[in-house]
């Protein structure tokens, strides 16, 4: 087991702001993504969209009111939950459907979704542990530990945990997506935009790591390339409300950095 580390205030500011920045939380858990950058600026969910997600919600509480003992309906109804943002209340409704079936290895890994989401990483590490086994390993899972690790600052670990994803599937883009995040975490740009630039040549890889790049490429002065890479396939309301929120949260770890006073304070001589 990995026991959280204790880190200086300088590089926990940072590390909090790297966080906060990521257009997909570190977390790409067992594929279920968090909102991505446009989905924060609010440029997505139109009311329609909303109140079509609030009947599903309740649609998925009923059902689970009703056959309380039905795990698929505890999944689906802590998932909507996640979605809907009330990320506590999913952790208990899974919570006490994993004491009734304790074995359910897809109830864990929801569960342990549902932990981290909630900011419950060394728990939600060691629930995700038991949800798949060394003979039929989860590269989701795999991905999943190795984010929760980075949150607690265990990097070197992580991504020992995306290695052994990357064994399975190799160049998945939501993998690398989770590898280059753990480099920015580390301060390492250069390794980030690497393994980013690697995920977004993928084919099949999500919008939203092509927005993890964006972020990466702006941590390193190149605004032009980052602000057209967060505008790409956008229409014009959403591509300046992307541009908007990069410019932000840019500024925010601009603060951050400050606060610490030197850079040799909190991390490594890679910074750029």
Same mark, same amino acid.
């Given at each position: +087991?990995?026991?959280?580390?204790s880190?200086?205030?300088?590089?926990a500011?940072?590390? #909090? #702001?790297?966080? +906060? +920045?990521?257009?997909?939380?570190? *977390?790409?858990?067992? %594929?279920?993504?968090?909102?991505? +950058?446009?989905?924060?600026? %609010?440029? *997505?969910?139109? &009311?329609?969209?909303?109140?079509?997600?609030a009947?599903?919600?309740e649609?998925?509480?009923?059902?689970?009111?009703?056959?309380?003992?039905d795990?698929?309906? #505890?999944?689906?109804?802590?998932? #909507?939950?996640?979605?809907? =943002?009330?990320?506590? !209340?999913?952790?208990?409704?899974?919570?006490? @459907?994993?004491?009734?079936?304790?074995?359910? &290895?897809?109830?864990?890994? %929801?569960?342990?979704?549902?932990?981290?989401?909630?900011? /419950?990483?060394?728990?939600?590490?060691?629930?995700?542990?038991r949800?798949?086994?060394?003979?039929?390993?989860?590269?989701?899972?795999?991905?999943?530990?190795? @984010?929760?690790?980075?949150q607690? =600052? !265990?990097?070197e670990?992580?991504?020992?945990?995306?290695?052994?994803?990357?064994r399975?599937?190799?160049?998945?883009? $939501?993998?690398?997506?989770?590898?280059?995040?753990?480099?920015?975490?580390? &301060?390492?740009?250069?390794k980030?935009?690497?393994?980013?630039?690697?995920?977004?040549?993928?084919?099949?890889?999500?919008?939203?790591?092509?927005?993890?790049?964006a972020l990466?490429?702006?941590?390193? =002065?190149?605004?032009?390339?980052?602000? $057209?890479?967060?505008?790409?396939?956008?229409?014009?309301?959403?591509?300046?409300? /992307?541009v908007?929120?990069?410019? &932000?949260?840019?500024?925010?770890q601009?603060?951050a950095? @400050?606060?610490?006073?030197?850079?040799?304070?909190?991390?490594?001589?890679?910074?750029?």
């Amino acid at each position: +087991m990995y026991p959280p580390l204790s880190r200086p205030p300088g590089l926990a500011r940072f590390r #909090a #702001a790297v966080t +906060m +920045m990521s257009a997909i939380l570190l *977390l790409e858990l067992c %594929g279920c993504q968090t909102d991505g +950058m446009s989905e924060i600026t %609010g440029s *997505l969910g139109d &009311k329609t969209e909303k109140a079509a997600s609030a009947r599903s919600l309740e649609s998925y509480r009923d059902r689970h009111r009703a056959h309380p003992d039905d795990v698929e309906a #505890a999944l689906q109804y802590g998932k #909507a939950l996640r979605a809907a =943002g009330q990320r506590a !209340q999913a952790v208990a409704v899974l919570e006490q @459907a994993t004491l009734a079936h304790p074995s359910d &290895k897809a109830l864990l890994a %929801g569960y342990g979704r549902a932990l981290a989401d909630n900011g /419950n990483f060394q728990q939600a590490f060691d629930v995700l542990g038991r949800a798949h086994s060394p003979d039929d390993p989860d590269w989701r899972i795999l991905s999943a530990q190795g @984010a929760a690790l980075d949150q607690l =600052g !265990q990097g070197e670990e992580a991504r020992q945990y995306y290695a052994s994803a990357l064994r399975i599937v190799p160049d998945e883009p $939501s993998v690398l997506s989770n590898l280059g995040l753990s480099y920015l975490l580390s &301060k390492d740009l250069a390794k980030a935009e690497e393994t980013l630039r690697r995920a977004n040549s993928r084919p099949d890889a999500d919008p939203r790591v092509r927005q993890n790049l964006a972020l990466v490429i702006g941590l390193r =002065g190149h605004m032009a390339e980052a602000e $057209s890479l967060v505008k790409e396939g956008r229409p014009p309301e959403e591509a300046a409300a /992307n541009v908007a929120y990069l410019r &932000k949260m840019l500024a925010k770890q601009a603060n951050a950095k @400050a606060d610490t006073h030197s850079t040799a304070s909190i991390a490594t001589a890679r910074v750029h």
